[in-house]
């Protein structure tokens, strides 16, 4: 049973269109993330949402938008995607109360605009 | 969040330990030392965490100085299977917590 699991695994589209990636987590986390690793494999969160509320938004913009209809579900949508866009998308989930605050990490979305 | 610094590489012999160093000098009182580690592109894997003791789980060895300035992960018999990036990070808990990877120490295991 995957933990943490996106999709899709590839995702390759044309500057301006929308797409949308997926995440769900089974481990009854209450919290969930988007990172982004780009091309130099720097790895930065964009959001987190516990309980289905955001609580961090990493200045991102807001072409970008999390969708958590429950707390095991966080989506990514993308509005009008551009080249920089490209990037590997991670998910992960944690406990934030009463765990060891670890985070588990999906196998991550490789997007490719073009 | 505190910062961290790492060697950006090392090189290891399978079979070794490997011994990771981490320096977060400016590290607060309720910040524990998380160590994660990201095996080619694959998503990050948790490996260990600690407060100010020292610990131990089934993948590695945490050792926390008494100070806290520093910490040190040792993998005690490393595999070819544990060449990866290897991130050390400092974070508080609570539910606004972030982990905020830095670039990292790309742990080279030869055989």
């Known amino acids: 049973d995957t933990a943490v699991s996106q999709t899709p695994k590839y995702l390759v589209t044309q500057m301006g269109n929308d797409k949308s990636i997926k995440c769900e987590q089974n481990?009854?986390?209450?919290?969930m993330y988007w990172y982004k690793q780009d091309s130099k494999k720097f790895l930065k969160i964009m959001f987190s949402?516990?309980?289905?509320?955001?609580?961090i938004n990493e200045t991102v913009p807001n072409r970008f938008s999390p969708k958590s209809p429950d707390k095991a579900h966080l989506n990514l949508h993308i509005n009008s995607l551009e080249l920089g866009d490209s990037a590997v998308y991670f998910c992960?989930?944690?406990?934030?109360?009463?765990?060891?605050?670890?985070?588990?990490f999906g196998s991550g979305t490789r997007l490719t605009v073009v | 969040d505190a910062k961290t610094t790492q060697p950006p590489s090392m090189d290891c012999a399978e079979g070794r330990a490997a011994n990771l160093p981490c320096n977060h000098s400016t590290i607060s009182g309720n910040e524990y030392v998380y160590w994660y580690r990201q095996i080619h592109s694959q998503g990050p894997q948790y490996i260990i965490h600690g407060l100010k003791n020292n610990e131990t789980n089934e993948m590695a060895s945490l050792i926390i100085t008494e100070d806290r300035k520093s910490s040190t992960l040792i993998l005690p018999h490393a595999t070819l299977r544990d060449t990866a990036v290897y991130y050390c990070?400092?974070?508080?808990?609570?539910?606004?917590?972030?982990?905020?990877f830095g670039t990292g120490t790309r742990l080279q295991v030869t055989l």
């Open positions: 990070i400092v974070n508080s808990r609570g539910t606004a917590s972030k982990l905020t």
């Open positions: 481990l009854g986390h209450d919290t």
């Open positions: 949402y516990n309980n289905k509320e955001l609580i």
């Open positions: 992960a989930s944690s406990q934030a109360r009463g765990g060891h605050y670890g985070y588990t």
